[in-house]
């Protein structure tokens, strides 16, 4: 007889609330909940994987060690004991820094991983700490720091009561929303029509979302801080300041008044590709809204301006007032607070990295100096790698650089349930129990939620016998790492979830949660300012002096060549999620998706056709990939997406081979980053193309 367990899908931001009717011990169907406080009842087809997950051959269930070219499976003790030899020894000859560390993004999708894995790095005591945050959105992160004290203080669109929104490079039709946890994100978008309120677009590509905007305008990629720029001049010159109820703890605004006298609308247009009157007619429609709010993601994250972009988004909001309101940007007030004991600090470049010199931000390197610090000899030389839930070398720039400096480590170890393109040069892997075998509570992504709630999942299956979950890998190398004597005390991360319930805002408990399998709904976001602020002296600031110097960079960026003319941006599918669901089959089937978008009028030029195969070359690389001509990519932009490679030699991913394609972070450049956080520049990667 069949069983329903509700749960939520923790397979990217959304947290969607699902249904699964099972029976002894096999998944038969996964739905929508639609009693789910959150979502809806909505889903994505991610959702689906979770069966797939559970059930792949490929999936490692028991540690696995590298001998020449096999793997053999390993107790979980001889594992232990060799990790904890190799790396001491190591730290012992080398110093600590010879360790290095990578999480992927998986890690923040598992709070198992998220609460535990920091006793890790604290062991290990190095300095070399990396992870995908640099490699997608440490921008959000530094603007949220500099103007309003953490870099978890992080605004997120009232999506659900605003009356204008204007999006830059975010496309959440297919991402679910992004650092904006919105499931049913198509619904809250169209009710933002139906009572009579506008969506506007900007993005290099006409994506998915543009069905639902009401306008959608080309962009010129890596140009957005100079339309951010004339937004702001636009909104001084019309008398559209008003931050309201925030004048009482805003500084900065006559600084950036006069910073973006120079900025014109004008004076963008040619750099933009948007005429002066569109940019001027945003603007103003942006300040008259009765709501309105700014909103950037990874178009603008992953360029050389990213962090002066996020700064100008921000700034958009708080000068027309449409900052910590309803229908414009606001704080969360998660039931779990990562914040709630956070104090303002320095956290940036308290360290470079030894070959780039490229600074440390929030304890982590930028993953752009990764290859190069294990490649480069010298005192400081990574020469251990360990990586959680990561696959750097499809994820990360210039991969191939990567690839070329993992063959050269002494000792790497994984914790991953895959042999992947980065973990088959691991010297061990350890897998944990993982998706339906494991408890959920979404630590990270309530933060970042437009709306307040809250959720536990417990497991639907048990672990497989002598499994460990990703929490008792974490403290077992913690604690042999440290060197302890006393037998080591396992502690679920409930009892962390429970403490943190208990002494929040909500004086909730996990066992409430239990009781509420569809999700508590704690209701929309309040205004909370300047309490909320975690500044010194509890006021925003608009005009940080780090991102004012940076504005410097502007006038001094580099213009393209002739040998490399086309620019060459990524791109998400509904169905794909970075690189690690390529190995469901009912996510990859279907016609091929991993190709080249090429604007008609360029094609025609080029003498491309649909299907041919095209020759892509940037500084770093070459790969040849299955041209797509479309009127939906702007001329001179060509797109590719990301996540996709899988045909290297020695990866166990049966059915990802089957759909291999090719990685986008072939072609993207180490050496292209935002200089002054070093967060990768993956849009406007310059390319030339040929027939082949």
Same mark, same amino acid.
């Given at each position: 007889?069949?069983?329903?367990?509700?749960?939520?899908?923790?397979?990217?931001?959304?947290?969607?609330?699902?249904?699964?009717? $099972?029976?002894?011990?096999?998944?038969?169907?996964?739905?929508?909940?639609?009693?789910?406080?959150?979502?809806?009842?909505?889903?994505?087809?991610?959702?689906?994987?979770?069966?797939?997950i559970?059930?792949?051959?490929?999936?490692?269930?028991?540690?696995?060690?590298?001998?020449g070219?096999?793997?053999?499976?390993?107790?979980?003790?001889?594992?232990?004991?060799?990790?904890?030899?190799?790396?001491?020894?190591?730290?012992?000859?080398?110093?600590?820094?010879?360790?290095?560390?990578?999480?992927?993004?998986?890690?923040?999708?598992?709070?198992?991983?998220?609460?535990?894995?920091?006793?890790?790095?604290?062991?290990l005591?190095?300095?070399?700490?990396?992870?995908?945050?640099?490699?997608?959105?440490?921008?959000h992160?530094?603007?949220?720091?500099?103007?309003f004290? $953490?870099?978890?203080?992080?605004?997120?669109?009232?999506?659900?009561?605003?009356?204008?929104?204007?999006?830059?490079?975010?496309?959440p039709?297919?991402?679910?929303?992004?650092?904006?946890?919105?499931?049913?994100?198509?619904?809250?978008?169209?009710?933002?029509?139906?009572?009579?309120?506008?969506?506007?677009?900007?993005?290099?590509?006409?994506? *998915?979302?543009?069905?639902?905007?009401?306008?959608?305008?080309?962009?010129k990629?890596?140009?957005?801080?100079?339309?951010?720029?004339?937004?702001?001049?636009?909104?001084?010159?019309?008398?559209?300041?008003?931050?309201?109820?925030?004048?009482?703890?805003?500084d900065g605004v006559?600084?950036?008044?006069?910073?973006?006298?120079?900025?014109?609308?004008?004076?963008?247009?040619?750099?933009?590709?948007?005429?002066?009157?569109?940019?001027?007619?945003?603007?103003?429609?942006?300040g008259?809204?009765?709501?309105?709010?700014?909103?950037?993601?990874?178009?603008?994250?992953v360029q050389?301006?990213?962090?002066?972009?996020?700064?100008?988004i921000? !700034?958009?909001?708080?000068?027309?007032?449409?900052?910590?309101?309803?229908?414009?940007?606001?704080?969360?007030?998660?039931?779990?607070?990562?914040?709630?004991?956070?104090?303002?600090?320095?956290?940036?470049?308290?360290?470079?990295?030894?070959?780039?010199?490229?600074?440390?931000?929030?304890?982590?390197?930028?993953?752009?100096?990764?290859?190069?610090?294990?490649?480069?000899?010298?005192?400081?030389?990574?020469?251990?790698?360990?990586?959680?839930?990561?696959?750097?070398?499809?994820?990360?720039?210039?991969?191939?650089?990567?690839?070329?400096?993992?063959?050269?480590?002494?000792?790497?170890?994984s914790?991953?349930?895959?042999?992947?393109?980065?973990?088959?040069?691991?010297?061990?892997?350890?897998?944990?129990?993982?998706?339906?075998?494991?408890?959920?509570?979404?630590?990270?992504?309530?933060?970042?939620?437009?709306?307040?709630?809250? +959720?536990?999942?417990?497991?639907?299956?048990? +672990?497989?016998?002598?499994? +460990?979950?990703?929490?008792?890998?974490?403290?077992?190398?913690?604690?042999?790492?440290?060197?302890?004597?006393?037998?080591?005390?396992?502690?679920?991360?409930?009892?962390?979830?429970?403490?943190?319930?208990k002494?929040?805002?909500?004086?909730?408990?996990?066992e409430?949660?239990?009781?509420?399998?569809?999700?508590?709904?704690?209701?929309?976001?309040?205004?909370?300012?300047?309490?909320r602020?975690?500044?010194?002296?509890?006021?925003?600031?608009?005009?940080?002096?780090?991102?004012?110097?940076?504005?410097?960079?502007?006038?001094?960026?580099? +213009?393209?060549?002739?040998?490399?003319?086309?620019?060459?941006?990524?791109?998400?599918?509904?169905?794909?999620?970075?690189?690690?669901?390529?190995?469901?089959?009912?996510?990859?089937?279907?016609?091929?998706?991993?190709?080249?978008?090429?604007?008609?009028?360029?094609?025609e030029?080029?003498?491309? *056709?649909?299907?041919?195969?095209?020759?892509?070359?940037?500084?770093?690389?070459a790969?040849?990939?299955?041209?797509?001509?479309?009127?939906?990519?702007?001329?001179?932009?060509? !797109?590719?997406?990301?996540?996709?490679?899988?045909?290297?030699?020695?990866?166990?991913?049966?059915?990802?081979?089957?759909h291999?394609?090719?990685?986008?972070?072939?072609?993207t450049?180490?050496?292209?980053?935002?200089?002054?956080?070093?967060?990768?520049?993956?849009?406007?990667?310059?390319?030339?193309?040929?027939?082949?």
């Amino acid at each position: 007889m069949s069983e329903i367990h509700y749960r939520s899908c923790n397979l990217c931001e959304a947290i969607c609330g699902i249904e699964i009717k $099972h029976a002894d011990g096999v998944v038969l169907s996964i739905a929508g909940d639609k009693n789910d406080s959150f979502s809806r009842g909505h889903i994505c087809p991610k959702a689906l994987a979770l069966k797939d997950i559970y059930e792949d051959l490929n999936r490692l269930k028991s540690p696995v060690k590298r001998i020449g070219d096999e793997w053999r499976e390993i107790s979980w003790e001889a594992a232990f004991d060799e990790i904890e030899t190799r790396i001491k020894d190591v730290q012992t000859r080398f110093g600590r820094n010879a360790v290095a560390i990578f999480q992927g993004n998986p890690s923040v999708h598992n709070f198992g991983t998220l609460l535990n894995s920091g006793d890790l790095l604290k062991a290990l005591k190095t300095q070399n700490n990396f992870s995908a945050t640099s490699v997608d959105q440490l921008p959000h992160h530094f603007a949220a720091w500099t103007m309003f004290g $953490h870099p978890l203080l992080m605004p997120i669109p009232d999506v659900d009561r605003t009356d204008y929104f204007l999006i830059l490079g975010a496309n959440p039709l297919a991402s679910n929303g992004s650092l904006m946890t919105a499931p049913d994100i198509i619904n809250r978008l169209e009710n933002i029509k139906k009572r009579g309120g506008k969506i506007v677009l900007i993005d290099p590509r006409r994506t *998915e979302t543009a069905r639902v905007a009401s306008e959608h305008f080309f962009i010129k990629p890596s140009s957005d801080v100079f339309l951010l720029l004339a937004i702001v001049n636009t909104l001084f010159a019309e008398n559209l300041i008003n931050p309201e109820q925030l004048n009482d703890f805003t500084d900065g605004v006559e600084t950036l008044r006069e910073i973006s006298n120079e900025f014109t609308p004008e004076t963008a247009e040619n750099l933009t590709g948007i005429s002066a009157v569109e940019i001027r007619r945003i603007a103003i429609e942006f300040g008259a809204a009765k709501s309105a709010v700014c909103y950037g993601r990874m178009g603008v994250s992953v360029q050389k301006f990213g962090s002066l972009c996020h700064w100008l988004i921000n !700034s958009i909001n708080i000068l027309t007032g449409n900052f910590d309101r309803a229908g414009g940007a606001m704080f969360t007030a998660p039931a779990f607070d990562l914040l709630a004991t956070a104090k303002s600090a320095n956290i940036f470049n308290r360290w470079q990295s030894r070959v780039r010199k490229l600074p440390e931000f929030m304890g982590e390197l930028p993953v752009a100096a990764l290859s190069e610090e294990i490649a480069t000899d010298g005192k400081g030389q990574i020469k251990v790698l360990m990586t959680s839930c990561g696959n750097p070398v499809l994820s990360t720039p210039n991969g191939g650089a990567l690839e070329k400096a993992l063959e050269t480590l002494e000792f790497m170890v994984s914790i991953d349930i895959y042999i992947n393109e980065t973990t088959k040069y691991a010297d061990i892997i350890l897998p944990p129990a993982t998706g339906l075998e494991t408890s959920h509570y979404d630590v990270i992504f309530n933060l970042f939620a437009v709306r307040n709630q809250a +959720k536990y999942s417990a497991p639907l299956f048990p +672990k497989q016998e002598n499994a +460990k979950y990703d929490w008792e890998i974490f403290q077992e190398l913690s604690h042999r790492l440290n060197g302890k004597d006393a037998p080591l005390n396992l502690v679920p991360p409930e009892v962390k979830l429970d403490f943190g319930l208990k002494f929040g805002r909500y004086q909730m408990s996990l066992e409430e949660l239990r009781k509420n399998p569809h999700g508590v709904d704690l209701g929309e976001l309040q205004p909370c300012l300047p309490e909320r602020l975690l500044t010194e002296d509890k006021r925003i600031n608009l005009a940080p002096a780090l991102l004012v110097k940076d504005l410097e960079r502007l006038k001094v960026e580099a +213009k393209e060549t002739d040998e490399f003319p086309f620019a060459l941006i990524g791109r998400r599918h509904l169905r794909d999620n970075n690189s690690w669901l390529h190995n469901s089959e009912i996510l990859v089937k279907g016609k091929n998706r991993c190709t080249i978008l090429v604007n008609r009028m360029d094609a025609e030029n080029l003498g491309f *056709e649909n299907g041919g195969v095209v020759k892509v070359t940037s500084r770093v690389g070459a790969v040849e990939i299955p041209c797509e001509i479309s009127d939906k990519i702007m001329r001179g932009v060509v !797109s590719i997406p990301h996540g996709y490679g899988h045909a290297r030699q020695g990866v166990r991913l049966d059915v990802a081979r089957n759909h291999a394609g090719v990685s986008l972070n072939d072609l993207t450049d180490e050496r292209v980053i935002d200089e002054l956080t070093g967060n990768a520049a993956f849009s406007n990667v310059r390319v030339r193309l040929e027939l082949m």
